[in-house]
């Protein structure tokens, strides 16, 4: 089971991506970046954040540590922004968080370099869970203290919202032209060959079973949590046994703009006397 922790302060929102996670202090006194069971986007996202959070982990990439947090919405009773308010008001009881990186820099493809291994590593993972937010224009990447840390697994798994499409879509490829590593020549033969034999079903069954029960209960079409949990290891081992011939990386471009804050690219152009762009 995730480590459990209790919100003891609202900080901020953080207004990047679409959900407006917070940024909330705990009882543990950790800071972590809390996604909200009241969200718009349902709780399957949150599911999706912990069996991918947590099996990336086990296969060597770098996530944040996910913990489930007690909210009381009282704690941001002091919030002046309504959109705020309303979230945590919906959101009382258990939601999950993921450790703050304080001083993270969103990763930007012409400002830092990562391998052909690692890129191949990361793009045979999102082939897997079928993530389709690791673009060049949203690459829910962080750079900190000089490696990359993967985030934001929410929109996986697309069967999870059609279960009964789920074999069918074990089976479908990946289409990663669109990749934030993409350009990174990414290793898939090295990556599949390290990664898909690791990928059991004793290590699925590790990971779903950190799924709060809440979150998988009154599933239609499931005899209860166990047997959603079940559905998870299902559909993925079988992916992992046919997605990595399954993986288009299509055609570099060379015009994506760079999304990094201008100081990252002055700094990088010095270093390297590119242009900017
Ligand atoms: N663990 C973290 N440490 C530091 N910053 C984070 C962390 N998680 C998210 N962020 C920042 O918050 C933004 C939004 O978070 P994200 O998980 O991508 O949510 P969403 O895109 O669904 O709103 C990210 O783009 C990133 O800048
Ligand atoms: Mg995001």
């Known amino acids: ?41 349902g709780r399957k996202t949150l599911v999706a954040e912990v069996i991918c959070g947590q099996l990336a982990r086990r296969l060597g990439l770098r996530v944040p540590e996910l913990v489930r947090i007690q909210l009381d919405p009282v704690i941001g009773r002091g919030e002046p922004d309504p959109e705020v308010q309303g979230l945590l008001k919906a959101s009382g009881g258990l939601n999950l968080g993921m450790d703050f990186l304080p001083g993270a820099l969103g990763f930007d493809p012409l400002a830092f370099e990562t391998d052909a291994a690692e890129a191949g590593r990361v793009v045979w993972f999102d082939a897997l869970t079928g993530n389709v937010d690791r673009s060049w224009r949203n690459p829910n990447l962080l750079v900190w203290h000089g490696e990359l840390w993967l985030i934001d697994h929410g929109a996986t798994m697309i069967w999870h919202h059609n279960w009964p499409t789920a074999a069918a879509a074990a089976d479908k490829g990946y289409d990663a032209s669109d990749h934030v590593l993409a350009t990174f020549a990414p290793d898939l033969a090295a990556a599949a060959a390290d990664l898909a034999p690791r990928i059991t079903e004793e290590l699925l069954t590790e990971v779903v079973s950190d799924v709060p029960e809440e979150w998988l209960a009154d599933e239609p079409g499931f005899d209860g949590p166990e047997a959603v949990r079940r559905a998870y290891v299902t559909t993925l081992l079988r992916r992992a046994a046919v997605i990595g011939d399954r993986i288009t990386l299509g055609e570099r471009s060379q015009d994506k703009p760079s999304q990094a804050p201008e100081w990252v690219r002055v700094r990088l152009n010095r270093n390297t006397g590119k242009s900017a762009r």
Not at 2 to 17: C, I, K, N
Not at 19 to 40: C, H
Request: proline share 7%; glycine share 14%.
């Open 1 to 41: 089971m995730l480590p459990e922790v209790t919100a003891t302060r609202y900080v901020t929102p953080l207004r990047e991506g679409g959900s407006l996670p917070g940024i909330v202090e705990a009882d543990d006194l950790g800071t972590y970046v809390m996604k909200f069971t009241g969200a718009g986007q």
